[in-house]
């Protein structure tokens, strides 16, 4: 399958920016997404990036896209300890339904 | 968020016991997955649906089968637990936008000991 890989663990301090890195293997990636998983809890997705794009923000988070080195990231502004989660980006092919996701990061946020 | 809860939540199983977890989806949905979700893998896809029976397998389906006979359910049987299938198990949806964003339920713990 699909290869998508991330950091296991970012720690920051509140108020900071934090910077989740993840990179991918498939070449026809269509779609990027970045979800978040708070404890014992479900998947939320967060945000998406269409692969024609370079940028997308909303409100504190800012995803960037770097096509030709695969290479996605997603940087949240000022840092809350609500922010503390585990991350996980997923990439979907064109015209398929399946998401591959990566391990996720574990973002914990020090007061 | 998209209606989506599972059934049960918890479980503690024996080896060798079938076990049967429940997605009920109230978005009318047309796709359905199933993903198993462990330390250091993520989650990969067991199997998923793109309709009223019909079904496909992901990426670990061996050991699983899944059933759909309506819109709103998709079945996953453990037809005889063992001790490797001890994950939480997440429930999905997606619509048929472009986008392929999918919503996920809140999770099912399963012991199998």
């Known amino acids: 399958g699909e290869d998508v890989e991330q950091s296991l663990f970012l720690s920051v301090r509140e108020g900071d920016s934090s910077v989740i890195n993840c990179t991918y293997t498939d070449s026809s990636s269509t779609y990027l997404y970045w979800y978040k998983q708070e404890p014992g809890a479900g998947l939320q997705l967060l945000t998406y990036?269409?692969?024609?794009?370079d940028m997308k923000q909303d409100q504190r988070l800012t995803v960037l896209l770097n096509k030709k080195d695969k290479h996605l990231s997603l940087r949240i502004a000022d840092t809350q300890t609500g922010d503390s989660a585990i991350y996980f980006c997923?990439?979907?092919?064109?015209?398929?339904?399946?998401?591959?996701f990566g391990t996720g990061t574990r973002l914990t946020v020090i007061p | 968020d998209a209606g989506i809860t599972q059934s049960p939540r918890h479980k503690v199983t024996e080896t060798g016991t079938p076990v049967t977890l429940r997605c009920h989806q109230t978005e009318n949905h047309r796709y359905m997955y199933w993903y198993r979700q462990d330390p250091g893998h993520g989650l990969r896809l067991i199997h998923y649906?793109?309709?009223?029976?019909?079904?496909d397998k992901g990426e670990v389906s061996d050991g699983y089968s899944v059933s759909r006979s309506k819109t709103e359910d998709f079945l996953l049987t453990l037809e005889s637990a063992t001790s490797s299938q001890t994950s939480v198990y997440f429930c999905?949806?997606?619509?048929?936008?472009?986008?392929?964003?999918?919503?996920f339920g809140p999770g099912t713990r399963l012991t199998v000991t």
């Open positions: 999905a949806t997606s619509g048929t936008g472009e986008t392929y964003e999918q919503y």
């Open positions: 649906s793109y309709g009223v029976k019909d079904t």
């Open positions: 997923a990439e979907s092919e064109t015209g398929a339904n399946n998401l591959f």
């Open positions: 990036i269409f692969s024609n794009m």
